[in-house]
């Protein structure tokens, strides 16, 4: 994707990372294991899941050691025609704890314009990660103008209302501490004339996902009281 608010544009090019081997990962986790009070292995990006085989490796090393592993991701490289790619995202789900999934945009126009990608296949990945249970968080950028309207907050809000894996949400205030980046790398930034999200609107955002939440389970419970009678 190309977010029109991503603060890690030197990440596109994928031919500009430094490789490592897993083994040295997880030494570096234990070399610095008295200093943590929990937590484990999260793997971020860029987008994590367009290393798949990375991430089996480095997760089955983890788990040998009781380590909670945890992905960050857009969801965008999910493939759900892909018979090949499904089996290694099996294989790695069978190895992670939690997962943090960062929804763009309910809206698909929106989040088109949004990111320069449809989101068809990230509310698929969704679906996907609720139906194998995997603990999720949802996440999402709130940007003025662009992503804080209350319809589609609470559209958010409904989608992910019908999920049972939910586990936590977050809400992200839009900063713009990216745009250097874009001046080093010589790039344009699309949002510099959108200012910093203010941070004390958070709450009455998230409370329009929340009504959208508790509006979507209402009616499961309402479908499932009815089904429920007609089975009696």
């Not at 990962?25 to 994590?48: A, M, S």
């Amino acid at each position: 994707m190309r977010c029109a608010y991503c603060h890690n544009p030197d990440t596109w090019d994928f031919g500009c990372g430094r490789e490592v081997d897993p083994d040295y990962l997880i030494e570096q986790y234990e070399r610095n294991i008295d200093f943590y009070k929990g937590g484990g292995i999260t793997v971020t990006g860029g987008e994590p899941l367009c290393q798949l085989d990375f991430l089996i490796e480095l997760f089955t090393l983890a788990k040998k050691k009781n380590i909670h592993t945890c992905i960050d991701t857009s969801g965008i490289a999910y493939q759900p025609f892909s018979k090949e790619i499904l089996e290694k995202l099996d294989r790695l789900m069978a190895l992670t704890d939690l997962v943090m999934l960062d929804i763009k945009h309910i809206n698909g126009e929106k989040h088109l314009e949004l990111t320069g990608q449809p989101n068809d296949n990230i509310i698929e990945f969704a679906y996907y990660l609720n139906n194998k249970r995997i603990p999720t968080w949802i996440r999402h950028v709130v940007v003025p103008g662009l992503t804080d309207d209350h319809e589609s907050l609470r559209a958010l809000g409904y989608f992910i209302g019908g999920l049972s894996n939910l586990q936590a949400l977050d809400l992200l205030p839009y900063h713009v501490m990216g745009i250097k980046k874009y001046e080093e790398l010589g790039l344009e930034y699309r949002l510099k004339d959108v200012p910093p999200m203010d941070k004390s609107k958070l709450r009455e955002l998230k409370l329009q996902i929340l009504k959208g939440i508790k509006i979507r389970r209402n009616e499961m419970n309402e479908y499932s009281n009815i089904v429920s009678e007609l089975i009696h």
